[in-house]
């Protein structure tokens, strides 16, 4: 599959089959995101796997309950090293690039994912201190995506996306 292909395929998928995920599939998962573009190639990025099944219901619970991220065999939560992006661009390293970095990674996720022939959701509606709690993040390790991940058991059709024009500019609005 090509990239362009992969990104015109993904889909967010929440429901998941039973079965497990290979190491092989994690990391190279975990590899994808490394090679992530980042600010000054500050790298802010940290990652957390999660396989235990209690370890998933407090992260589905932080997420407002979101419960098909607990049937997720694999659940990555993509955080951000704020001292890490702060130290070469201050605030705003610490309130944009931060974001950016480890929103490209979560992206080269879904997409070696998607890739893979496995399924993911981007999850960003959770409770930033709940997370945090629950995977013992240090001070300054900011949650900023939650991605289960594993077997489509769902192939759902394509989210309408406003077309080219809508949203293109050229030279000027
Ligand atoms: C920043 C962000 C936060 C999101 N948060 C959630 C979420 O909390 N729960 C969820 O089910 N989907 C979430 N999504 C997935 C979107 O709902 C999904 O991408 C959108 O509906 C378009 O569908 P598609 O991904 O299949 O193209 C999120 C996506 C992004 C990029």
Redesign the pocket.
């Known amino acids: 599959m090509d990239v362009l292909e992969a990104i015109r395929e ?3 998928i ?1 429901a998941f089959t039973d079965e497990k995920l290979s190491e092989k599939d994690v990391e190279r998962l975990i590899d994808a995101a490394r090679w992530a573009p980042s600010a000054g190639n500050t790298q802010p990025l940290e990652l957390v796997v999660v396989k235990d099944k209690e370890m998933k219901r407090k992260l589905s619970e932080a ?2 309950n ?1 419960t ?1 991220i607990q049937k997720a065999p694999v659940v990555i939560v993509v955080c951000a090293d704020l001292n890490r992006v702060s130290r070469g661009y201050g605030s705003r390293g610490k309130n944009l690039y931060s974001l950016q970095d480890t ?1 490209a990674a979560t992206e080269n996720i879904l997409l070696a994912a998607q890739e893979l022939g496995l399924a993911t ?6 409770r930033d201190k709940e997370v945090a709690k629950a995977v013992k993040a240090p001070k300054n390790m900011k949650p900023v ?1 939650i991605v289960p991940v594993g077997h489509p058991a769902e192939r ?1 059709l ?2 309408p ?1 406003r077309s080219v024009n809508e949203i293109v500019h050229y030279e000027t609005f």
């Not at 959701?121 to 959770?126: D, E, K, M, P, S």
């Open positions: 993904r889909r967010s929440r997420a407002l979101q098909f929103a959701c981007w999850v960003g509606a959770f995506a759902p394509a989210s996306k």
